[in-house]
């Protein structure tokens, strides 16, 4: 059995700037963080041929091409089984849909899993570029590439997407109390609302496919914001990226009607009313996570208890995509 892990993720800073229609042409940077909650995959090889899927749903197939669920299916093609006789099962501690970036962790580690199977090592590098042929090259998603690659890599890391296509990749030299202080002050609510990253993202690369300046304008704002972030970060001013961070949800908001509703709204202000210095919605946006930085929050978590919001705590992960067990 072969088991593998690869862990969900916040963005901290420079969301949006990671897709192929802005970075090709302006360059993209982006501070992501993964967090100690993971998307999990299973191999085993059954006694029977075929392939065993068992996730939301249950397929057993004999060959590949025949796999409904897309990202498994080109996946084992990329794998060029002659013979298949594969049981893979998922399993994740949050469901998708809630902007913590599960497609790319779930990717690479099938990838991963799928490498161990066969005797096989796949670097970081490697394994963060063979997930983003997968979903977007092959899958054609309207995606960006932090979410293989904080998958990939872990940590609290910068990522400069290049317009070559490739990636350069650094750890955010913070300290070990800036990193305690944002683990204590850091708080992320579920709003109740699920959505689809790519239909949210489809709009904004749409966009800037065309130039649209208003988008192009408000990505550069972004990118220059996540540059003020991470400087902020590295001086241990957790405050000011409070700050930043509130400044990036209202421009965020202004990409895409789709990005917030009314309620989120609500709750948002009603965080900031009640101990939160800024925050916004993670991920693509239109629902799942709202992050806070928190000035109280005992004051903060009391509140929005109060109006139904469950918390989700965490830790960060420096590990990334990582072999569980292999027996």
Not at 204 to 218: A, F, G, H, S, V
Not at 226 to 249: P, R, S, V
């Amino acid at each position: 059995m072969i088991i593998c892990r690869s862990p969900l993720r916040i963005s901290l800073g420079g969301g949006g700037t990671d897709l192929p229609s802005y970075y090709k042409e302006n360059e993209g940077f982006v501070i992501s963080a993964a967090i100690n909650h993971y998307v999990y995959v299973t191999i085993n090889r059954p006694f029977k041929d075929g392939i065993f899927l068992k996730y939301s749903e249950i397929e057993n197939v004999k060959k590949a091409s025949d796999i409904k669920h897309k990202i498994i299916r080109e996946a084992l093609l990329l794998e060029n089984l002659k013979i298949p006789k594969l049981e893979i099962t998922t399993l994740a501690d949050i469901p998708s849909g809630t902007g913590l970036g599960s497609s790319g962790s779930f990717t690479t580690a099938l990838i991963k899993a799928l490498y161990a199977h066969r005797k096989h090592h796949i670097y970081h590098s490697d394994l963060a570029q063979l997930a983003c042929k997968i979903e977007l090259d092959l899958l054609k998603e309207p995606i960006g590439k932090q979410d293989q690659y904080i998958a990939a890599y872990g940590g609290i890391t910068c990522f400069d997407f290049n317009k070559d296509g490739n990636v350069t990749v650094s750890p955010l030299k913070v300290d070990i109390n800036t990193i305690y202080d944002l683990e204590d002050n850091l708080l992320l609510f579920f709003t109740g609302f699920t959505r689809s990253a790519s239909d949210i993202l489809k709009d904004q690369n749409d966009k800037t496919e065309t130039n649209n300046i208003n988008m192009l304008n408000n990505l550069h704002y972004v990118k220059n914001l996540g540059i003020k972030i991470k400087t902020a970060l590295e001086n241990g001013d957790t405050q000011l990226f409070g700050e930043y961070m509130h400044e990036h949800w209202e421009n965020k908001k202004k990409r895409s009607p789709g990005m917030s509703n009314s309620q989120i709204d609500g709750y948002y202000q009603y965080g900031l009313k009640n101990g939160a210095v800024g925050g916004k919605i993670v991920g693509a946006g239109g629902g799942g996570f709202l992050m806070f930085m928190a000035n109280d929050r005992n004051k903060l978590r009391h509140a929005m208890n109060k109006i139904g919001l469950s918390e989700l705590r965490f830790s960060f992960d420096f590990e990334g995509s990582k072999l569980v067990l292999s027996s």
